[in-house]
């Protein structure tokens, strides 16, 4: 079964506050970005072993702290299934915010619940998402959520934004999950963020914030520097994608973007 795991931008993020059990109670609305995935093949294996091969295995971490090889070992451990050989072709860059890793892990539930024809529903398949990551269950339902908890506590949430152009752009260095909480400071927002989406798009960037960018940008100026590139573009609105590096834009048209070679740009009209 070969699977397009696409991944996702953050609209808002806010960071209300630190919990007991050491995460952060967070705010968000997550929007799938179905034009940037990567290609992840898995295939049942006679015995009940795991084969995990392609690109991204050395870059991204070992393999059996790969999110989708974590998954793997929980499907089998939970349903006694058969073993799986996955085949990661990897296009969501690393260490960006996009969710490219919790999408893989997604993949690979929905795909074995269907190659064993397990017959497990959404909420279950969900559930199982959260025991591996906190964005993971957002890739079972693929529309744009409103997410609090960790993220992993969501309600569908209206936002178009067909016919939008969105420029999703990563420079080379990332920002670590440590850096970007380390930083940031709690705070209960006075405007809800489910409220504040339905205005118009032109007023997001004065009203819709993410609270990693006050310190992030400010240690990492190349990720400033192009948010400000895309602003200057004629995005509507910009910001960055979850803890970061990735910045998006949303643009009514096809912009001109003048970027640095190193920088990985994404282009998509969005549908």
Known sequence: MII????????GLRV???????????QTIMYPVRGLYDVVTIEPLEGCS???????????CPAEKNLAVRTARLM????????VRITLDKRVPFGAGLGGGSSDATAVICAMNDIFELGLDRPTLAALAAEIGSDTPFFVYDTPQYCTGRGEIMEPVQVDLRGKWLVVAKP????????????????????????????PLDKWQESIVNDFEAHILVSHPRIAEIKESLLDAGAVYAAMSGSGS????????????????????????LK
Not at 76 to 83: A, P
């Open 4 to 11: 397009n795991a696409h991944c996702k931008i953050n609209i």
């Open 16 to 26: 209300v506050r630190r919990r007991e059990d050491g995460y952060h109670e967070l």
């Open 50 to 60: 795991i084969e995990f091969e392609g690109l991204g295995i050395v870059v991204d």
């Open 76 to 83: 089998q451990q939970r349903y006694s299934t058969r073993g």
């Open 172 to 199: 080379e260095e990332g920002v670590s999950t440590a850096e970007a909480y380390g930083g940031v400071r709690p705070a209960v927002p006075e405007s809800d963020l489910c409220e504040l989406i339905k205005m």
């Open 246 to 269: 990735a910045v998006f834009g949303i643009f009514d048209k096809r912009p001109e973007l003048q970027l640095d070679a190193s920088t990985f740009v994404h282009y998509e009209l």
